[in-house]
């Protein structure tokens, strides 16, 4: 997986947790959606997209060797 496609999947990742948050402000605000057949919000998907993308922001940054001693991007 290259650096670009880590920092698409991690933006993914963020854009999935914030959907999660935002059903769930729904959901919870929401008394009629209790009755329904919807399915109900899941913190752990929330949790385990941050932490996901806790740990592949810092394998990324661990990659990046740009400076003005090297002239590559990433290793």
């Excluded at 290259?2 to 948050?21: G, N, V």
């Excluded at 990324?60 to 740009?66: F, H, K, M, P, R």
């Amino acid at each position: 997986m290259t650096p670009k496609e880590k920092i698409d999947y991690m933006m993914q990742s963020l854009q999935l947790a914030k959907e999660e948050i935002e059903y769930a402000e729904e959901y919870l605000g929401d008394a009629t959606m209790w009755n329904d057949d919807n399915r109900m919000p899941n913190g752990t998907i929330i949790r385990e997209s941050l932490k996901q993308v806790g740990r592949m922001a810092n394998i990324v940054a661990n990659d990046v060797v740009l400076s003005p001693y090297c002239d590559r991007l990433f290793r």
